[in-house]
Nanobody, 124 residues
C-alpha cells in the first residue's frame, strides 16, 4: 500500500529553519501533485504548500502566510518531497502532514494519501 513518511520536524527558535521531508513508497511521485498541510492544536487543518504534477508543469502554490519563507520542492528520483521552512514564527507551530493527490490544489479533500505527520514547534 502507499506510504508517505514525514521527517525533519522538531523544536526551533523563532527565526530559525527546518526542512521537512516526505518519502513516498508504492507511489510514483512524478504522477502526483504533492501538498503540505498543517494543524495546530484547537485549529482546523490548513493548506501550506503544493507542487503540481511534473506533467502539469511542476508549479507551486503557497498560503499567503508562508510565501517568501517556505519552499516546496521534490526529487522525483528519490520519490521525496521537501518543505524548506525559513524565518520560522511561533504561529508556524503545528503538526505538518504531506499528502498526495491526482488533482492537487489547496483543498485537502482532493488528497487521497496522507502521512502520519511531524511536529514542528517554534519557540519565541
Amino acid at each position: 500500500q502507499v506510504q508517505l513518511v514525514e521527517s525533519g520536524g522538531g523544536l526551533v527558535q523563532a527565526g530559525g529553519s527546518l526542512r521537512l521531508s516526505c518519502a513516498a513508497s508504492r507511489l510514483t511521485l512524478s504522477s502526483y501533485a504533492m501538498g503540505w498541510f498543517r494543524q495546530a492544536p484547537g485549529k482546523e487543518s490548513e493548506f501550506v504548500a503544493a507542487s503540481s504534477r511534473s506533467r502539469s508543469g511542476g508549479s507551486t502554490d503557497y498560503v499567503d502566510s508562508v510565501k517568501g519563507r517556505f519552499t516546496i520542492s521534490r526529487d522525483n528520483a528519490k520519490n521525496t518531497v521537501y518543505l524548506q521552512m525559513n524565518s520560522l514564527k511561533p504561529e508556524d507551530t503545528a503538526v505538518y502532514y504531506c499528502a498526495a493527490s491526482v488533482a492537487g490544489g489547496k483543498n485537502k479533500d482532493f488528497y487521497g494519501y496522507w502521512g502520519q505527520g511531524t511536529q514542528v514547534t517554534v519557540s519565541s
